[in-house]
T-cell receptor
Framework: AQSVAQPEDQVNVAEGNPLTVKCTYS??????LFWYVQYPNRGLQFLLK??????LVKGSYGFEAEFNKSQTSFHLKKPSALVSDSALYFC?????????????FGTGTRLQVTL | GAVVSQHPSRVICKSGTSVKIECRSL??????MFWYRQFPKKSLMLMAT?????????EQGVEKDKFLINHASLTLSTLTVTSAHPEDSSFYIC???????????FGPGTRLTVL
């Protein structure tokens, strides 16, 4: 079985400060890891993914995430937060073999960026 | 690229009626599409995996006779909620797997309200 944990329901950051949204995972194999963002009453937008290779993955809108196999983590980061980054962020995992396999989502973390 | 649309974006219906939701991949062919349900302030719950030209695979606890899925072409999957009841009110989101990028792309969601 595969699972994803997002330990923080909400993260509050001041605009211009760096942000981190935490994610840890559990799979019995090599993971594919994803971050998605959801704005109110909207579907999910793909931000970035890790499949293999460089542990630091860069994605859309200046976001990046670092895959840490020993800590089974895939934290989302951004050097300088914007108010427009305020949204709901989901981490997801599937086993290597692609997303024809089922994605398992975390419970989501609400990011609130204030002026 | 990799755009997924859903129609309608919101629908209100009377109890006992059926509602059809369409999910289309606009600029790629998707042999696999997924249907999710999202409750308020909750994560996404996978309902079923839709494979073009074959029967959908439903998750445990999801009634296949109530949630009919048809994936008749490589760009279209439909979810029909039959004999809808107020407890079926929810936000339904589809995704389509883009094979070249091995990533799921999500539609904007459909808000269903059953009176």
């Amino acid at each position: 079985a595969q699972s994803v944990a997002q330990p923080e329901d909400q993260v509050n950051v001041a605009e211009g400060n760096p942000l981190t949204v935490k994610c840890t995972y559990s799979v019995s194999g090599n993971p594919y890891l994803f971050w998605y963002v959801q704005y109110p009453n909207r579907g999910l937008q793909f931000l970035l993914k890790y499949i293999t290779g460089d542990n630091l993955v860069k994605g859309s809108y200046g976001f990046e995430a670092e895959f840490n196999k020993s800590q089974t983590s895939f934290h989302l980061k951004k050097p300088s937060a914007l108010v427009s980054d305020s949204a709901l962020y989901f981490c997801a995992v599937t086993l290597t073999g692609g997303t024809a396999s089922k994605l398992t989502f975390g419970t989501g973390t609400r990011l609130q960026v204030t002026l | 690229g990799a755009v997924v649309s859903q129609h309608p974006s919101r629908v209100i219906c009377k109890s006992g009626t059926s509602v059809k939701i369409e999910c289309r991949s606009l600029d790629f062919q998707a042999t696999t599409m997924f249907w999710y349900r999202q409750f308020p302030k909750k994560s996404l719950m996978l309902m079923a995996t839709s494979n073009e030209g074959s029967k959908a695979t439903y998750e445990q606890g999801v009634e296949k006779d109530k949630f009919l899925i048809n994936h008749a072409s490589l760009t279209l999957s439909t979810l029909t909620v039959t004999s809808a009841h107020p407890e079926d009110s929810s936000f339904y989101i589809c995704s389509a797997r883009e094979p070249d990028r091995d990533t799921q792309y999500f539609g904007p969601g459909t808000r269903l309200t059953v009176l």
